[in-house]
């Protein structure tokens, strides 16, 4: 999978396309997927683009990773359903308030809701929308718009929210030691400290959960 | 099956109550204890690596592992219960402080006619006035015994607020509405973030009574008298759901631990899941001989002893007795039985969701810091002409906004919830949302009720703890009476656009409302309607002591923990200055 370092920023670019491009000499790395083929991850991206653009208002699932994200989640042992309890029987059409009751792990929800979006990544935006409009209420829409706004918005450590550009987009400073000093004050306007990365404020390396179990 | 040589005191569970009752027996005796904690050991000096949304609060990294054990729920008895298949409406804790690690650290006291609650009702309204259903009791303890013992949890923790009422004088500021207190609070109130003081302003300029929340989030360094020295809160936003980093917030690991590891008489076992507590009962009457319990290798062990603490948190405590057999299981066709009974849960919800215009910086804060009005708690309004009995609490708290829960919340007028338009939306209200919530008495009723599942198994092949739960008519009214309120309140704040809570319907439990469930090993007077006498003691097995708010018979608008704790304190009271003088029935 392609990807493109700009100024020291990693833009990943699923779907081909360069993002924030600079007069830079761009450089091509690969990124390794865990999980999805090529061709899933492509879909993938363009679909979870649909749901959190990059547009006027600024980035979106693309600049941020949400793609790498899902993978390294699915590969991991919330994609396996290690956390989920998963003894039968299962009452595949229970009202919604009792959650999903399927037996079907993350990794086989995706294999089959991007293998349904075949040819997606080579619709044109419109049409995009119109495809997933038709999926709005699936299990599998859901999860995804879910894994979307957790790969925008995570610590980068799991892949996504890639330069925190998810936190800067809306402000979040991030695990931030200590707000002693200003949590009375400010009130009325936006304080907005520079986000800060779990590996910047401990000063170590972590390892989260897609990479331990 | 290895058996182990015996010892005095065997605790199933170390999370507060547990780990308080090792504490006190660890130092002001000599008996040898032993606390089983399922869960495994905490590295709390790496808390500050935890501060990571995503495996903490979304994964639940320090919550009960739904995958081997969860429970199974259904709203009536005429339905198919089904597994909750991931934790929801509550999050049970796993590993030593338990659920006490990753609490918001709220902590108030229950109003004095909470502890009579049917006497109060029936005295003032009348017995009619209850719901036909109602199974609504007396604590069998009183306010005024129990409050020793809540300024004892407080001065344990290091409680920062303002008290409303010192023995009997009203303080402005505080809570006017509270008990009596023989004591102002520990510290001072935590520092109150921008959204929490416009609701305070509101609230006084409406004639109400806002006051500073209770927190265990200690506002300055505090060193309880057993010399336990904690920081004073930073208010960096990650209580609920962590650890927390620098020990601001009171955590059995952090308030009981270091004082246990100092008495040589009590040991902490970690990754011993106990299966079944072993006694012998002849008609009815018996004693509790040992525990069996699966170690950390995998091997089942049985460990004798003479007295037992089951410590383990409302639905492990009340399955545990389901499993072993211990008392008679509950029985709602007939009314018999005790055990599974008064299953509540507090009716917690936001009524009210506001929208600004300006930024509220809502990333700063603390589990606990925040505004309470209690004017509409319990009985402090007249419920003559309501058609509802009871109340609660209106909160603003400012936890401190994590993204992947909030980013996406937006005004109704937004009809899209993915796409530019509604990302358009989000990133402007991200910062600019905020809810009152409510969080109001649960009444008890006969078919609110726990028992074993027939059908699913945990990972170790034993029944899953089955509820039967859903609302009644009480809470559907008395949640619009609150919303009205939370939104005249927010109309005040000067919101742009104020949306309403749209009405209790069925219970949900896939929507996180607190983890204040309560019930299936009740305190009372009565062993026909009890499982515990008033010290918390097993009517039929004298050396049981079941400790938790499993003993609530109803559910309060208070958090629990104060109370929880302020009943193990008295518990163990009794304990150490009567039973251990005469191993006997304390009631």
Known sequence: MSATSVGGVLVYSLDRQLFRLSAQANQSIRIPLRFLSQAEALILAAAASRIFPSDEAGPGAREAGVAVYIDRQLAGPWGRDRYRYTHGPFEENAPAEFGYQGQATPQQIYRQGLKDLKGFDRLKPAEQDQKLKQIETSFFFSLLRQNTIEGMFCDPMHGGNVDMVGWQLIGFPGPRMSNYDDVDKHFGEAFRPKPVSLHQVTGRKIRPSEDRE | ?587
Not at chain 2, 108 to 132: Q, V
Not at chain 2, 229 to 243: D, H, N, P, V, W
Not at chain 2, 302 to 330: C, D, H, I, M
Not at chain 2, 489 to 518: C, N
Request: hydrophobic letters at 35%; aromatic letters at 10%; charged letters at 20%.
């Open chain 2, 1 to 587: 099956m290895k058996t182990l040589p015996s010892v005095d005191v065997v605790i199933v569970g170390g999370g507060w109550t547990g780990l308080l009752v090792a504490k006190e027996l660890g130092s002001q005796t000599a008996l040898s204890v032993v606390v089983l904690e399922r869960g495994g050991p905490r590295k709390t000096d790496e808390y500050g690596e935890d501060m990571d949304e995503l495996d903490y609060a979304v994964r639940l990294r320090m919550m009960q592992d739904a995958s081997r054990e969860t429970v199974t729920f259904r709203h009536n008895p005429a339905q198919r219960a089904l597994p909750l298949r991931q934790f929801g409406s509550f999050l049970p804790g796993s590993g030593v402080g338990g659920a006490g690690e990753h609490w918001s650290a709220i902590f108030p006291r229950m109003l004095p006619d909470c502890f009579a609650l049917l006497s109060h009702i029936t005295e003032k309204y009348g017995a009619e006035r209850l719901p036909e259903d109602h199974s609504v009791q007396d604590w069998g303890v009183t306010y005024d015994e129990l409050e020793p013992y809540y300024t004892r949890a407080e001065v344990l923790m290091g409680i920062s607020g303002k008290a409303g009422n010192l023995r009997g004088k009203q303080i402005e500021g505080g809570n006017i509405f509270e008990g009596w207190r023989s004591a102002e609070y520990p510290t001072p109130p935590t520092k109150i973030p921008y959204f929490s003081a416009m609701f305070h302003d509101a609230a006084k300029s409406l004639g109400y009574h806002p006051y500073p929340v209770p927190a265990a989030t200690t506002s300055q360094t505090y060193t309880n008298p057993d010399g336990v020295s904690r920081a004073g809160c930073t208010y960096c936003g990650f209580c609920e759901r962590f650890g927390c980093m620098i020990g601001a917030k009171a955590q059995p690991t952090n308030t009981l631990l270091p004082v246990i590891q100092k008495c040589k008489n009590v040991s902490i076992r970690t990754g011993a899941q106990v299966r079944r507590i072993v006694h012998d009962t002849v008609q009815s009457k018996g004693r509790v001989r040992g525990v069996t319990y699966i170690d950390a290798t995998g091997q089942e062990i049985f460990q004798p002893a003479a007295l037992f603490f089951l410590t383990s948190w409302t639905l492990n405590n009340t399955r545990l007795l389901l499993l072993s057999k211990v008392g008679e299981p509950y029985d709602p066709a007939t009314n018999k039985g005790t055990v599974g009974r008064n299953l509540t849960h507090q009716v917690n919800f936001p009524a009210a969701s506001l929208y600004f215009e300006q930024p509220l910086n809502r990333f700063m804060g603390s589990g606990a810091s925040g505004i309470t009005v209690s004017d509409f708690d319990g009985d402090l309004f007249d419920h003559s002409s309501l058609p509802f009995l009871r109340g609660g609490n209106l909160l603003s708290l400012s936890v401190g906004n994590r993204p992947i829960a909030n980013f996406g919340t937006v005004p109704k007028s937004v009809k899209s919830n993915w796409g530019s338009e509604w990302k358009k939306a989000a990133l402007h209200y991200y910062d600019r949302t905020g809810s009152i919530n409510f969080q109001g008495e649960h009444l008890a009723y006969s078919g609110n009720y726990m028992d074993l599942d027939p059908t699913y198994k945990d990972h170790f092949g034993d029944p899953l703890l089955r509820l039967t739960l859903d609302w009644r008519e009480n809470e559907r009214s008395m949640a619009q009476f609150a919303t009205a309120k939370a939104v005249e309140i927010a109309r005040e704040m000067g919101a742009k656009e104020v949306t309403a809570f749209s009405g209790l319907r069925r219970y949900d439990p896939s929507r996180y409302q607190s983890s204040h469930i309560q019930g299936g090993a009740i305190m009372g007077s009565s062993p026909h309607r009890s499982v515990v006498n008033p010290y918390l003691q097993h009517w039929h097995m004298s050396n049981l002591f079941v400790l938790g708010a499993s003993s609530f018979p109803q559910n309060a608008s208070a958090n629990p923990t104060p109370t929880l704790m302020a009943l193990a304190y008295r518990a163990v009271d009794h304990v150490v200055n009567r039973y251990l003088k005469n191993p006997a029935a304390l009631a």
